[in-house]
C-alpha cells in the first residue's frame, strides 16, 4: 500500500503512553463495538417505524415471495438490484412474523459490521484507529444505518477496500457483490480498474471477476424467470423528482424561509417526500445524465493520476473510490440520509492504511464526514417533521450538511489532481 514508509526511513517510535495502549486494546476495541452497536440498536428499537419502515416492505417481498412464489425482478420490477433478494430473504428463512424479521435483520447488519471491523483491524497497519474512528461514524450517523440495505452494502466496501492492495481481484468480486445489492459499491470497482496500471492487471484483477460475480447473479435471476427485469432497476429512478433531502433541493428547501410557493410533498407512490414544480423536475431531469457525467470525469482523473503516481497507488484508490461515493451523493436527484452511510468506509480504510507521508492528507476530511454524518442524524431521524415544516434551524442545518458533501467531493477531486500534477512534474 502506498504511504508505507521504507525501512530506512522509519523512524524510532515512541511508546504509546496509558491512553494509547488502552485504545490498542482489542478488549476495549471489542467493548467499543459492543457499547457502540447496542446504543445504535437501542436508538432504532425507540424510532420504531422511522427507522424500520423500509424493512418492513423488505419482510413483506420476502415473505409474499416465500408465499406466493411472487419474487421482486422475478416476477415484477423492484428498486433495487437482483441482488438485494439475498440480504431482504435471509431473515425471513428464520424467523416467523414482522418482530422477528426486524430482529434478524439487525441482527445480520450488526454481524456483517463485526466481520468488517475485524478484517479492518487485522489488515490494517492502524485499524485500530480506524476502528474507533467508524465506531464514531456510527454514533453521529445514528440508527438509520440500520434500518435500509446501505447497512449491508457498507461494510461490503469497507472489506473491499481494506484487501484490495493485497488482493484486488478479491476486492473486486466483492464489491461487484455488492453492487447487485446496492449500486454504490460499483464506486470501488471504477475506483479499482481506473488505478490498474496495466492492461494485463485489468482484465486479471477487475474485468474478470467483476463478470463472474455478474454473470453467476444475472444467470440465476435469468433462470428464475427475470428476462429483461434483472436490469430493471436502472430505469427505476427516471419518473422521480427532488427528494427533499437531496443536494441539489437544497436551494428549494431554503427557498421556503421566503417563498411559501415552494411546496414539498408527499410521494404515496414509493413513500418519500418531492420538491414540487417543475423547475425541480428540470433540475431532476438534469441530474439523470449529470450524475453519470460525473463519475466518468472521476475515473478518467484517477486513470491519469494513477498512471504519474503508481508511488500513491493506494492512496488514490481511496481518494477515487471517496469522491465517486460522494458524486453518487451530490449529483444524486435521491438524496436519502442511509446514503451517507457510503462515505464513512473510505474514511475508515484510509486512516487504517495510511502511512506517515499522508495521514494528515486524511485528517481534515475525516472531521468533515463525522459532522456530515452528525447532520444527517440531526434532521433524520431526529428533526424531520420539523425540517419538511419548514423550520428554519433545521432547513440551515441540512443545508450545511449538504454543503459539507459538496466541500467533501471537491476536497477530494482537487486531491485527486493535485497528486497528479505533483507527479507529472513541470513538464
Same mark, same amino acid.
Not at 442511509?338 to 474514511?347: E, K, M
Not at 482537487?414 to 513541470?426: E, K, T
Given at each position: 500500500?502506498?504511504?508505507?514508509?521504507?525501512?530506512?526511513?522509519?523512524?524510532?517510535?515512541?511508546?504509546?503512553?496509558?491512553?494509547?495502549?488502552?485504545?490498542?486494546?482489542?478488549?476495549?476495541?471489542?467493548?467499543?463495538?459492543?457499547?457502540?452497536?447496542?446504543?445504535?440498536?437501542?436508538?432504532?428499537?425507540?424510532?420504531?417505524?422511522?427507522?424500520?419502515?423500509?424493512?418492513?416492505?423488505?419482510?413483506?417481498?420476502?415473505?409474499?415471495?416465500?408465499?406466493?412464489?411472487?419474487?421482486?425482478?422475478?416476477?415484477?420490477?423492484?428498486?433495487?438490484?437482483?441482488?438485494?433478494?439475498?440480504?431482504?430473504?435471509?431473515?425471513?428463512?428464520?424467523?416467523?412474523?414482522?418482530?422477528?424479521?426486524?430482529?434478524?435483520?439487525?441482527?445480520?447488519?450488526?454481524?456483517?459490521?463485526?466481520?468488517?471491523?475485524?478484517?479492518?483491524?487485522?489488515?490494517?497497519?492502524?485499524?485500530?484507529?480506524?476502528?474507533?474512528?467508524?465506531?464514531?461514524?456510527?454514533?453521529?450517523?445514528?440508527?438509520?444505518?440500520?434500518?435500509?440495505?446501505?447497512?449491508?452494502?457498507?461494510?461490503?466496501?469497507?472489506?473491499?477496500?481494506?484487501?484490495?492492495?493485497?488482493?484486488?481481484?478479491?476486492?473486486?468480486?466483492?464489491?461487484?457483490?455488492?453492487?447487485?445489492?446496492?449500486?454504490?459499491?460499483?464506486?470501488?470497482?471504477?475506483?479499482?480498474?481506473?488505478?490498474?496500471?496495466?492492461?494485463?492487471?485489468?482484465?486479471?484483477?477487475?474485468?474478470?471477476?467483476?463478470?463472474?460475480?455478474?454473470?453467476?447473479?444475472?444467470?440465476?435471476?435469468?433462470?428464475?424467470?427475470?428476462?429483461?427485469?434483472?436490469?430493471?432497476?436502472?430505469?427505476?429512478?427516471?419518473?422521480?423528482?427532488?427528494?427533499?433531502?437531496?443536494?441539489?433541493?437544497?436551494?428549494?428547501?431554503?427557498?421556503?424561509?421566503?417563498?411559501?410557493?415552494?411546496?414539498?410533498?408527499?410521494?404515496?407512490?414509493?413513500?418519500?417526500?418531492?420538491?414540487? $414544480?417543475?423547475? =425541480?423536475?428540470? !433540475?431532476?431531469?438534469? #441530474?439523470?445524465? /449529470?450524475?453519470? &457525467?460525473?463519475? *466518468?470525469?472521476? +475515473?478518467?482523473?484517477?486513470?491519469?493520476?494513477?498512471?504519474?503516481?503508481?508511488?500513491?497507488?493506494?492512496?488514490?484508490?481511496?481518494?477515487?473510490?471517496?469522491?465517486?461515493?460522494?458524486?453518487?451523493?451530490?449529483?444524486?436527484?435521491?438524496?436519502?440520509?442511509?446514503?451517507?452511510?457510503?462515505?464513512?468506509?473510505?474514511?475508515?480504510?484510509?486512516?487504517?492504511?495510511?502511512?506517515?507521508?499522508?495521514?494528515?492528507?486524511?485528517?481534515?476530511?475525516?472531521?468533515?464526514?463525522?459532522?456530515?454524518?452528525?447532520?444527517?442524524?440531526?434532521?433524520?431521524?431526529?428533526?424531520?417533521?420539523?425540517?419538511?415544516? $419548514?423550520?428554519? =434551524?433545521?432547513? !440551515?442545518?441540512?443545508? #450545511?450538511?449538504? /454543503?459539507?458533501? &459538496?466541500?467533501? *467531493?471537491?476536497? +477530494?477531486?482537487?486531491?485527486?489532481?493535485?497528486?497528479?500534477?505533483?507527479?507529472?512534474?513541470?513538464?
Amino acid at each position: 500500500m502506498s504511504g508505507v514508509p521504507s525501512t530506512q526511513t522509519t523512524p524510532a517510535r515512541r511508546a504509546p503512553g496509558p491512553l494509547g495502549a488502552a485504545l490498542r486494546s482489542r478488549w476495549l476495541l471489542a467493548l467499543g463495538f459492543v457499547a457502540v452497536h447496542a446504543w445504535v440498536v437501542k436508538q432504532a428499537i425507540t424510532w420504531g417505524y422511522t427507522i424500520y419502515g423500509d424493512v418492513t416492505l423488505y419482510e413483506w417481498w420476502a415473505r409474499n415471495g416465500l408465499s406466493t412464489g411472487q419474487w421482486p425482478v422475478l416476477d415484477y420490477d423492484w428498486v433495487y438490484p437482483v441482488g438485494a433478494l439475498v440480504p431482504v430473504t435471509l431473515p425471513a428463512l428464520v424467523t416467523h412474523g414482522l418482530l422477528g424479521y426486524e430482529i434478524a435483520w439487525t441482527a445480520m447488519v450488526v454481524a456483517l459490521d463485526a466481520v468488517a471491523t475485524v478484517v479492518l483491524v487485522r489488515s490494517t497497519p492502524r485499524g485500530v484507529l480506524g476502528a474507533w474512528w467508524w465506531f464514531a461514524f456510527l454514533l453521529c450517523l445514528g440508527p438509520i444505518f440500520l434500518g435500509r440495505l446501505d447497512g449491508v452494502v457498507a461494510p461490503l466496501i469497507l472489506v473491499s477496500l481494506v484487501v484490495a492492495a493485497r488482493r484486488p481481484t478479491l476486492a473486486t468480486a466483492v464489491a461487484t457483490a455488492g453492487a447487485w445489492i446496492k449500486i454504490a459499491p460499483g464506486a470501488v470497482v471504477v475506483a479499482l480498474a481506473a488505478t490498474r496500471a496495466r492492461w494485463r492487471d485489468l482484465l486479471r484483477q477487475v474485468v474478470v471477476p467483476g463478470a463472474v460475480v455478474s454473470a453467476v447473479v444475472v444467470g440465476l435471476a435469468l433462470a428464475g424467470g427475470a428476462g429483461q427485469r434483472a436490469f430493471s432497476v436502472f430505469g427505476q429512478q427516471e419518473a422521480r423528482t427532488l427528494q427533499a433531502e437531496s443536494v441539489f433541493a437544497t436551494w428549494f428547501s431554503v427557498a421556503r424561509l421566503w417563498d411559501p410557493s415552494v411546496r414539498i410533498d408527499y410521494n404515496d407512490v414509493i413513500f418519500t417526500y418531492e420538491v414540487q $414544480g417543475d423547475a =425541480a423536475r428540470q !433540475v431532476a431531469s438534469t #441530474l439523470d445524465w /449529470l450524475l453519470p &457525467v460525473a463519475v *466518468l470525469l472521476i +475515473a478518467a482523473l484517477t486513470w491519469w493520476t494513477a498512471r504519474h503516481r503508481p508511488d500513491h497507488a493506494g492512496d488514490v484508490l481511496l481518494l477515487s473510490t471517496a469522491a465517486l461515493l460522494l458524486a453518487l451523493i451530490v449529483f444524486n436527484k435521491v438524496g436519502s440520509p442511509q446514503f451517507v452511510a457510503w462515505i464513512g468506509p473510505p474514511l475508515a480504510a484510509a486512516l487504517a492504511l495510511a502511512g506517515p507521508g499522508t495521514r494528515r492528507m486524511w485528517g481534515p476530511p475525516a472531521v468533515g464526514v463525522l459532522l456530515a454524518a452528525l447532520g444527517t442524524q440531526v434532521v433524520y431521524p431526529v428533526a424531520y417533521g420539523e425540517f419538511l415544516a $419548514g423550520e428554519p =434551524a433545521m432547513v !440551515v442545518i441540512e443545508a #450545511l450538511r449538504n /454543503l459539507a458533501l &459538496v466541500v467533501l *467531493l471537491v476536497g +477530494a477531486v482537487w486531491r485527486i489532481a493535485q497528486l497528479g500534477r505533483d507527479g507529472a512534474g513541470p513538464g
